[in-house]
């Protein structure tokens, strides 16, 4: 019986230092607080920069229209804009061939760009949704205006980089 | 700062086994124990069943003081998100290995002891993603989505804190709180795994609990 409130305290002692554990245990529950800092628009797009032929950033000092060629009719991507240095566009999601059709105004004169790339559906997560990712492949365009075009970065995704150089003659 | 504690956790541990006389007499391997986590059996019955893991331990007792111990669990997950709908699935078995230190091996208390510990975790895993389909900006037209088998090879670490209190003859009830850093990601061209089995939700770092029955032979 002497042994008894011993035994007693060891109990209680134990008790409270489970009883501080299980708190412990349960505080990650409480102070989490997850959640992805989601975009608000999950379409990726492709960024083009201009460039002169000497390797400098360029300006089209024309009246500039670009339209995605379509089936059902083209979809105008940049509508008579004067002075474009760069140009952000969607890829097709279920195509993998995307022709682009750069209009200049005042010279009169078209040139076509031809991006190839492989689609990836892209898991963002519960939150934040589903996207659709790129990899440019392969680009190529007609010589009208335009010199050359190359693949810079051929990742599309979230990160802003440049993807495409487009370089005109002089 | 959970990194320095996990590290003092360790440092002190280390001391510990330095500073510590080798009891004379005392048999090297003193038994094992067999245990299995009940937060893995209620989590789905009185929370929430789109994900929990199952799992089992074996621990090696050696000298009252280090617990050589093996996990194996089985997670399971199947969530449909509630902003967009998104159907997520994966089952797959995981493992876990390390040891556990107790604190009061000198003691010998008859109630209990509290531990720290360490574990390596693996699973090998694939998931499935089922979500709404998706508007092409260029045709206008509808492309679904759908992943199927996925595969994640996840390596992670795990800093346990724990106690464990004995309850009737050889058998004990074990707390145990675990901090786990993930090794290696499972990122692929489709993205990232949203749950990996035995480690939880994804993201560099989480925690976990586990409440076990323990049996000791």
């Known amino acids: 019986m002497s042994h008894f409130p011993f035994a ?8 409270r230092i489970l009883t501080t554990l299980t708190s412990l245990a349960l505080l990650p529950l409480l102070v989490s607080c997850g959640g992805d800092d989601c975009v608000i628009n999950n379409t990726v797009s492709a960024t083009m920069n201009f460039y002169m032929a000497d390797g400098n950033p360029c300006q089209i000092m024309d009246t500039l229209t670009v339209s995605i060629v379509r089936e059902k009719g083209d979809s105008v991507v940049l509508n008579r804009k004067l002075g474009a240095s760069n ?3 969607p890829l097709g999601y279920s195509s993998m061939c995307d022709t682009f059709v750069f209009r200049f105004a005042r010279l009169g004169v078209s040139d076509s760009v031809f991006i190839l790339h492989d689609n990836h559906p892209y898991f963002i997560s519960l939150d934040c949704g589903t996207a659709m990712f790129h990899t440019l492949t392969a680009v190529d ?13 051929p990742e599309i995704n979230y990160d802003a980089q440049e993807n495409i150089q487009l370089v005109f003659g002089d | 700062m959970r990194r320095r504690t996990f590290s003092l956790c360790l440092a002190i541990s ?17 038994g094992v124990s067999v245990s299995a986590d009940v937060f893995g059996w209620i989590y789905p019955i009185f929370v929430s069943d789109a994900f929990y893991n199952n799992e089992a331990s074996v621990a090696v007792n050696l000298q009252d003081r280090f617990f050589p111990v093996v996990e194996v669990g089985y ?6 998100g509630d902003l967009y709908g998104i159907r997520y699935t994966t089952a797959a078995p995981y493992y876990r290995v390390g040891m556990d230190y107790n604190f009061q091996y000198k003691k010998h208390s008859p109630v209990g002891f509290i531990f720290c510990g360490a574990r390596v975790g693996y699973s090998n895993s694939t998931y499935n993603v089922e979500a709404a389909p998706l508007t092409d ?14 595969p994640c090879r996840a390596f992670w670490g795990e800093a346990v804190v724990g106690i464990r209190s004995r309850v009737w003859k050889g058998f004990s009830l074990g707390w145990s709180i675990r901090y786990k850093r993930l090794f290696s990601n499972c990122t692929s061209a489709n993205g990232n795994p949203w749950f990996i089995p035995g480690y939880g939700i994804h993201g560099t770092e ?12």
């Open chain 2, 14 to 30: 280390l001391l510990l086994s330095l500073s510590g006389r080798a009891e004379e007499a005392s048999p090297f391997f003193r």
């Open chain 2, 75 to 80: 997670g399971h997950c199947n969530t449909v």
């Open chain 1, 87 to 89: 140009l952000a566009f």
């Open chain 1, 8 to 15: 007693a305290l060891k109990t209680l002692r134990s008790l």
């Open chain 1, 141 to 153: 365009c007609t010589h009208h205006l335009m010199q050359s075009i190359q693949i810079t970065h």
């Open chain 2, 137 to 150: 900006p260029v045709t206008g037209g509808i492309v679904p989505f759908t992943l199927t088998d996925i």
């Open chain 2, 206 to 217: 989480t925690f976990g609990a586990t409440y076990q029955l323990i049996w000791n032979f």
